[in-house]
């Protein structure tokens, strides 16, 4: 019984290298995943950028336009002013000259407005296009080696079962059984050692009289607290 006892104690040690493995199973496409809306959030951020590059471009042909078109109503004014024949007229015909070249002026300013804009904007759109560049690169190779180590858990999963199976088919069916049911339920611990009358399972107290048998290692002992197989050994645990 003590070499069966022993069996399952290691088998232990490879169910919970199993269970973590397992972890890396659901981890791993995580990694990825995330990986996947980074490039995916500043991809969204170009495209949000240039969209609005877009816009501010043809705000600026529209505002070039207006003030071409303003420029030449200036013009025109100015052509008028030698036709006019009283001051009055040509006093007002002053005063219209005067405010389209206000209007010119701040139509100028804006434009700049928007130039400035554009340019930094630019420079944003350009910065970030070539950190999202580098960040794709990056990303596949990481990609790549995750992936990889997925296969490789796989295979590793596959031998560690392969070998708990093995340890396992010469054990005591019951003893297997419990410890199958246990592994499962109690989190990768279903095997416990007991120190100085304590379950290291569960931390409880175990009667002195079933101490001492738990120590003999000569049959199946449950703790009484947490139904753990008991199995004992001087080495801590
Ligand atoms: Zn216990």
Redesign the pocket.
């Known amino acids: 019984m003590e070499q069966e006892l022993k069996t399952i104690y290691e088998t232990q040690i490879i169910d919970i290298q199993i269970m973590e493995n397992e972890k890396k199973l659901v981890s791993t496409p995580k990694k990825i995943e995330k990986m996947d809306s980074d490039i995916k959030a500043m991809q969204d951020k170009i495209s949000k950028e240039k969209e609005i590059l877009e816009e501010l471009e043809k705000e600026r042909k529209r505002k070039e336009k207006d003030l071409e078109l303003d420029k030449e109503k200036v013009k025109k004014f100015e052509s008028k002013l030698y036709e006019v024949k009283t001051n009055k007229e040509y006093q007002a015909l002053l005063k219209e000259i005067e405010t389209a070249k206000l209007m010119n002026d701040k139509e100028e300013e804006e434009i700049i407005e928007i130039m400035v804009k554009i340019e930094d904007l630019k420079k944003d759109y350009e910065s970030t296009s070539k950190l999202l560049k580098e960040k794709e690169k990056v990303t596949e190779v990481e990609k790549k080696k995750l992936l990889a180590e997925i296969d490789s858990v796989d295979k590793t999963i596959n031998e560690l079962k392969q070998q708990r199976d093995n340890l396992l088919s010469v054990v005591d069916k019951t003893l297997r059984e419990t410890y199958n049911m246990l592994i499962s339920k109690r989190g990768g611990m279903a095997v416990?050692n007991v120190k100085n009358g304590v379950?290291?399972?569960?931390?409880?107290n175990?009667p002195p009289q079933l101490f001492i048998e738990v120590t003999k290692n000569n049959r199946l002992i449950l703790?009484?607290?947490?139904?753990?197989i008991?199995y004992f050994t001087e080495a801590s645990q």
């Open positions: 416990v379950c290291l399972g569960c931390f409880m175990i703790c009484p607290s947490c139904n753990r008991f």
